[in-house]
Each structure stands twice: as C-alpha cells, then as structure tokens.
C-alpha cells in the first residue's frame, strides 16, 4: 500500500470516528453531562404511594424553590432500612422549617403495597413516591442504592450520597440547616 493510500485510509477513519462522536453527542444529549454537586438537579417523574390518598405524579418541579432531600430507595435494600430511621428523625426536626424529604422507590411493579408497608413499619412521616419504571436511577446516574441529592432552593445539587448514611449527625444536619437560611431564588 503506498502512503498516499495510507494517508486516506487513516484520514477516512478519522472522519468516521468524528462522525460517530457527533451524532452520539446529539442521540445523547443532556445524559453525557455528570450528575453533581454544582450541577441543575434534572427533573423526574414518580407517583405518590401513601395510603388514603389518591395516587398522582409527582416531579422535581412540584418542590420548586425548596430544600429537597431526595433518595432512591428500595424495600429490598438492606442499608436503606438502616438509612430511613435517620431520615424521619431529619424530618422531624427540620421538616417543619422547611426541609421536604422525598423517597423514591424503583421497587419492581406492582409493590405499591409492600412499600406503604415498609412507611408504616418505619413510622415514616415524609414524602414516599414509586418509580416502577426505575427512570430515576438513569436520569440520575445512580450507581446503587441508597442514593441522596441534597439540593437547594435554587434547583442545584449541594450534595451526592452515594451510601446510607446517618441524616441525624451533626454535619448533615448543619448542610441542611445551611441551606433553609438561605433565601429563595
């Protein structure tokens, strides 16, 4: 093969790959952008599950101009059970200021049940929602669960958690407290 054809050939793959890379760009769009602290919390769409109540969706932008603490659980998940006495705790003592928890079950389909269930057994008081599809763990990029985005009146994550962790120590609290100072946008 001479040099010139060479030159073409390596020129040709370039271009191909150049391609490639533009038009996966686009396919993907806001998916390739890392969910962070410091990054716009995307919105997302899940039902209400709480008993007595009818169901209906819910999103990101119902919160708008709040603190939200938002979690992906599941009723399977073993540090989540540890995680969630922590979490009512947080929320009786800043929930009344301001703080709005928001648990989001990917459960499978159909465990609407399992997980009022799993609010009753906890004494859970804070908003539960149910995203059988699981959509939120891809908008989100979750890499387990739990997972929990701190994110302030102005939509912007503060904080990523990706573990159980506990919500009633002092340093989570003061991030919360922190961020209910803090005047709406």
Known sequence: MTNRKQW???GGI???IAIAITVATYALG??????EAG???PDFKAVTVAAGEPVHAKTLADYKGQVVLLNVWATWCGPCRSEMPSMQRLNESLGPQGLKIVAVSIDNAGMEQPIRDFAKEFGLSFELLY???GDIQTIYQTTGIPETFV????????????????????????????LLAESAP
Do not use: F, M, N, Y
Not at 30 to 35: E, G, K, S, V, Y
Not at 152 to 177: C, F, H, M, N, Y
């Open 131 to 133: 995203d059988q599809s």
């Open 8 to 10: 073409l050939l390596v």
């Open 151 to 178: 994110i302030g009146r102005d939509g912007v994550i503060r904080k990523r958690i990706l573990a159980a962790t506990d919500w009633s120590a002092e340093p989570q609290q003061a991030l919360i407290r922190q």
């Open 30 to 35: 806001d998916t390739l952008h890392a969910i």
């Open 39 to 41: 990054t716009k919390a």
């Open 14 to 16: 370039v271009a191909g």
